[in-house]
């Protein structure tokens, strides 16, 4: 057999030319397809919308994207993801999710329950047992819309977790710990009291439900399906690509490293991470009927009502809102080095995602921006 001739180095250089001439031909190809439906001139004002936002919060990277028609149409990463390396921001780039874990969290557990493996009125002992009984029996439904009795993080911090730490849970029922043997704050159904600590008792409740680890069945059921391909748990000792680091501005203004945060114990209610582009995905296959039937994404954005009567402007994991004639449904999130905001508006088949790496920003301000520009609705209107 022959022995084959060497390439030269300038045959070498060739190939890499052509090489990168279809990865930049496929790129352009790639993002024409996904601004399809935005303007030149939405692009450019939604641009101008976040230069603008982040210089005045400090914020050192973000993320956006947009959905309409049912279809990530835009996404983009501004500023950096790591500063002391100058790593660029993208709209791939991994984000601590803070509170936005709970919508996913809500999709998971009412597929099991359209699947007839979950009931959101039985006592969620039926399949957490680890959690004591109360006085009152508390419902997976109640967990969901914040109506449980379960109590939030305490003001002055006595029987929680440190603001920074690095222990590790190595279990839902781990977690319960925490929490399970205080009282209730309220009678189950009569207030709205909201607590992140009721999602970690909703980990529970869906692992029992469905006999396997909670981030195990969100890869198969809602990550795999949606298209979420780097959404994953925060894991704090786990190398993961495209995770930006985390900041937080201090009193002088200066934009330093945020503190220590393992969230493993809080997955289902803030220890997500994801992407612009994938959240959008999360956007699209719920507006689209890919991870629940339409009745059942009804009654996930159907406000629930304490047992007086009164509407809590919360549904099944996500809460309402109404800006300049939309309604929205949506989520925000804040913990250490981050602030997130993800909204629907499911009569016009739309969404809008913006992540940041900077804790303590108000970014549902830019994401009403970003639905004025998208919308065309003129700034002032109520």
Same mark, same amino acid.
């Given at each position: 057999?022959?022995?084959?001739?060497?390439? @030269?180095?300038?045959?070498?250089?060739?190939?890499?030319?052509?090489?990168?001439?279809?990865?930049?031909?496929?790129?352009?190809?790639?993002?024409?397809?996904?601004?399809?439906?935005?303007?030149?001139?939405?692009?450019?004002?939604?641009?101008?919308?976040?230069? @603008?936002?982040?210089?005045?919060?400090?914020?050192?990277?973000?993320?956006?994207?947009?959905?309409?028609?049912?279809?990530?149409?835009?996404?983009?990463?501004?500023?950096?993801?790591?500063?002391?390396?100058?790593?660029?921001?993208?709209?791939? $780039?991994?984000?601590?999710?803070? @509170?936005?874990?709970?919508?996913?969290?809500?999709?998971?557990?009412?597929?099991?329950?359209?699947?007839?493996?979950?009931?959101?009125?039985?006592?969620?002992?039926?399949?957490?047992?680890? +959690?004591?009984?109360?006085?009152?029996?508390?419902?997976?439904?109640?967990?969901?819309?914040?109506?449980?009795?379960?109590?939030?993080?305490?003001?002055?911090?006595?029987? =929680?977790?440190?603001?920074?730490?690095?222990?590790?849970?190595?279990?839902?029922?781990?977690?319960?710990?925490?929490?399970?043997?205080?009282?209730?704050?309220?009678?189950?159904? &009569?207030?709205?009291? !909201?607590?992140? !600590?009721?999602?970690?008792?909703?980990?529970?409740?869906?692992?029992?439900?469905?006999?396997?680890?909670?981030?195990?069945?969100?890869?198969?059921?809602?990550?795999?399906?949606?298209?979420?391909?780097?959404?994953?748990?925060?894991? +704090?000792?786990?190398?993961?690509?495209?995770?930006?680091?985390?900041?937080?501005?201090?009193?002088?203004?200066?934009?330093?490293?945020?503190?220590?945060?393992?969230?493993?114990?809080?997955?289902? %209610?803030?220890?997500?991470?994801?992407?612009? =582009?994938?959240?959008?995905?999360?956007?699209?296959?719920?507006?689209?009927?890919?991870?629940?039937?339409?009745?059942?994404?009804?009654?996930?954005? &159907?406000?629930?009502? $304490?047992?007086?009567?009164?509407?809590?402007?919360?549904?099944?994991?996500? %809460?309402?809102?109404?800006?300049?004639?939309?309604?929205?449904?949506?989520?925000? %999130?804040?913990?250490?080095?981050?602030?997130?905001?993800? @909204?629907?508006?499911?009569?016009?088949?739309?969404?809008?995602?913006?992540?940041?790496?900077? =804790?303590?920003?108000?970014?549902?301000?830019?994401?009403?921006?970003?639905?004025?520009?998208?919308? =065309?609705?003129?700034?002032?209107?109520?």
């Amino acid at each position: 057999m022959p022995t084959p001739t060497p390439l @030269s180095r300038k045959n070498i250089l060739w190939m890499r030319g052509i090489l990168l001439s279809l990865l930049i031909c496929f790129c352009i190809s790639s993002a024409s397809a996904q601004q399809k439906s935005l303007s030149p001139e939405k692009r450019q004002a939604i641009e101008k919308a976040v230069a @603008s936002f982040m210089a005045e919060s400090s914020i050192p990277g973000l993320s956006a994207a947009v959905v309409l028609d049912g279809e990530l149409r835009w996404s983009q990463g501004f500023g950096m993801a790591d500063l002391e390396n100058s790593s660029p921001a993208t709209s791939s $780039t991994l984000f601590r999710l803070g @509170s936005v874990s709970k919508p996913i969290s809500a999709t998971a557990v009412l597929q099991l329950w359209e699947r007839g493996r979950l009931d959101l009125d039985a006592p969620v002992q039926k399949y957490c047992p680890a +959690f004591p009984q109360k006085e009152w029996p508390i419902t997976t439904r109640e967990l969901l819309g914040h109506l449980g009795g379960i109590r939030h993080y305490n003001d002055d911090g006595k029987g =929680d977790i440190p603001e920074d730490s690095a222990r590790h849970f190595a279990s839902m029922q781990e977690s319960l710990q925490i929490f399970a043997n205080d009282p209730l704050v309220a009678q189950p159904g &009569t207030k709205f009291n !909201y607590s992140t !600590y009721g999602y970690t008792l909703v980990g529970c409740v869906l692992e029992g439900a469905a006999s396997e680890k909670f981030i195990d069945y969100l890869r198969k059921n809602v990550f795999q399906p949606a298209g979420m391909e780097q959404t994953r748990d925060d894991d +704090f000792f786990t190398v993961i690509p495209h995770r930006t680091r985390w900041y937080h501005k201090d009193k002088s203004g200066v934009v330093r490293n945020a503190g220590v945060l393992d969230s493993s114990y809080k997955i289902p %209610g803030g220890g997500i991470i994801s992407s612009a =582009d994938d959240m959008a995905r999360l956007e699209s296959a719920i507006l689209t009927d890919k991870l629940l039937k339409r009745s059942t994404r009804d009654l996930m954005w &159907t406000s629930l009502k $304490t047992a007086d009567g009164k509407q809590t402007g919360y549904g099944l994991g996500w %809460g309402s809102a109404d800006r300049f004639g939309l309604h929205l449904w949506g989520h925000t %999130g804040s913990q250490q080095g981050t602030s997130t905001v993800i @909204s629907v508006v499911p009569d016009r088949n739309a969404g809008v995602v913006v992540l940041s790496n900077l =804790d303590d920003v108000d970014v549902g301000r830019l994401s009403q921006q970003i639905w004025r520009i998208i919308f =065309d609705i003129p700034e002032g209107t109520p």
